[in-house]
């Protein structure tokens, strides 16, 4: 049977009102789109469903609700969706008058709750460049507060709303989807030990495991993230795809293999070093320029972590229960 049978691939749903952003997201997070040719997209009016497993390790689903949905309408069959999905994106758009938006919000993850209380219930407050970095803050903390006390108000306090401030004219929105990705994996935990390890032993000052297709990042070591050293990552899987895409193999679906490396010393003394792990991973490593000359040591325990991963997502293929499920037990 298909390990990735659509039981086991956790499944994300991208909701809120028309116009907020969600096709943008879409296409801006997995299709490479431009933000600026967003403004043309046409407006969806259709559930349409998308799957990228196929060039992506994230293996989830999106559905893109149209802006207004009707909980009472029984040609659809919302208790099937809720229960097999594992995050709720809700996208509301910070430029607009967001009391609509609310409403819907809080209709749509009562409902979800009260069929599947384990999804992750993730708010995208959206379109936030368009937003003085005061007013973002007040934006947030009002949609925090409303939200929540609508929650209260229908005695639902245990039902709990992540909130991300995301635009797709910066890395914001990257950063949201790798935080709401990241919930989704089970073997997390684990992953995070590895690059602990892997880091430690070889004298690297941050690492990060990404998806190629997406640029989301599945997991990094425990040390701190900034957005700059985010978004350097972001640029160097940009450089290194698309120099490939000119230059490397023709046919290929996306141009990375088992030889892709690519090494960019900073002017700062940093070397960021770039390596493939598996068809769709690659690690992307800061390292000091006097640890990159033991590049030796590096590749070594390069070579260990990535026999260890697959190991990790040989085992994923084997279990099915997610990681609340895992946590239960
Ligand atoms: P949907 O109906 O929810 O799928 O919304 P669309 O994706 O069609 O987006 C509606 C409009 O919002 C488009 O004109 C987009 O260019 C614009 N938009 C989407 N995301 C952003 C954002 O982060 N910032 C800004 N300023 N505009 C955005």
Redesign the pocket.
């Known amino acids: 049977t298909d390990p990735f049978s659509t039981e086991v691939k956790p499944r994300i749903l991208l909701m ?1 009102l ?8 879409q296409k801006v997070v997995f299709h490479k789109m431009s933000p600026n040719e ?2 043309f ?1 046409e ?2 009016n259709k559930i349409c469903r998308e799957d990228v497993s196929s060039s992506s390790f994230v293996n989830f689903q999106i559905w ?1 609700f149209p ?1 207004q949905i009707d909980f009472f309408d029984s040609s659809f069959d919302y208790e099937m969706i809720f229960r097999g999905t594992g995050a709720l994106i809700f ?1 509301i758009d910070s ?1 607009d008058d967001y009391m609509e938006a609310l409403t819907r919000l809080q209709l749509t993850v009562t409902s979800a709750y009260k069929l599947n209380p384990d999804i992750n219930f993730e708010v995208f407050i ?2 936030v ?2 937003l003085s970095d005061d007013h973002k803050i007040e934006t947030q903390r009002d949609i925090h507060q409303k939200a929540n006390d609508d929650l209260v108000d229908a005695g639902l306090e245990k039902l709990h709303l992540s909130f991300y401030l ?4 910066d890395h914001s929105i990257f950063e949201a989807f790798s935080k709401v990705v990241q919930k989704l994996i089970p073997q997390l935990p684990t992953l995070e030990n590895l690059l602990n390890i892997f880091i430690s032993n070889s004298g690297i000052e941050k690492v990060f495991l990404f998806d190629v297709v997406s640029k989301i990042y599945i997991a990094t070591d425990s040390s701190p993230v900034d957005m700059q050293t985010y978004e350097l990552c972001c640029d160097m899987i940009d450089v290194v795809i698309d120099i490939s895409c000119i230059y490397g193999l023709e046919g290929a679906e996306i141009p990375y293999d088992k030889e892709s490396l690519a090494i960019i010393k900073l002017n700062n003394t940093t070397v960021m070093y770039l390596k493939e792990v598996t068809k769709f991973l690659a690690l992307v490593c800061f390292v000091r320029e006097e640890s990159f000359e033991r590049k030796g040591l590096i590749d070594y325990n390069f070579h260990c972590f990535r026999k260890a991963i697959q190991e990790v997502f040989e085992v994923r293929l084997k279990v099915l229960p997610s990681r609340k499920q895992i946590q239960k037990i």
């Open positions: 809120g028309r116009r907020s952003g969600k096709s943008s997201i967003t403004l997209l407006s969806t893109d802006g996208v430029q959206h379109k460049d368009g995301t635009s797709i004219y």
